[in-house]
């Protein structure tokens, strides 16, 4: 598949480009395609892997909720206004982790924070949190 992956433009792996290299591999180039058997013993370890996968994901999203939570409503309300749901933003997270609290966020102003921070797209701290 990686040798026909490379006759397409792009080299972002996602799933839907996968989905549609073996699709158009299937419908143009059967022959390149070879089937699989599988068995009973196969299908409940596949599914055992996919349920732990799921967990984990569950596991991941209660945390990163829960954490927020925590941040928002018991640390300091006033960051869920200014904030919100920007909070996943790598800017935000970098202020967020190099800071600490709402002090030294002040402390530092705004002008230091803008400058200081650059997300890896080169979006600045100030157009996530925008004028506020």
Do not use: C, W
Request: glycine share 8%; net charge positive; hydrophobic share 40%.
């Amino acid at each position: 598949m990686r040798r026909i992956a490379d006759l397409y433009p792009g080299e972002a792996k996602t799933d839907a480009r996968d989905a549609f290299i073996i699709a158009d591999a299937a419908r143009a180039m059967p022959h390149t395609l070879r089937s699989i058997e599988l068995t009973d013993e196969t299908i409940a370890e596949l599914k055992m892997i996919v349920g732990f996968d799921d967990d984990l994901a569950g596991e991941a999203t209660r945390v990163a909720n829960r954490l927020r939570g925590l941040l928002m409503t018991q640390i300091h309300p006033h960051l869920e206004r200014v904030v919100g749901p920007r909070i996943q933003h790598p800017a935000v997270l970098t202020l967020l982790e190099r800071f600490g609290s709402p002090a030294q966020i002040r402390k530092a102003g705004r002008r230091r924070l803008v400058t200081r921070f650059v997300s890896g797209s080169g979006q600045r701290l100030s157009m996530v949190l925008g004028s506020t």
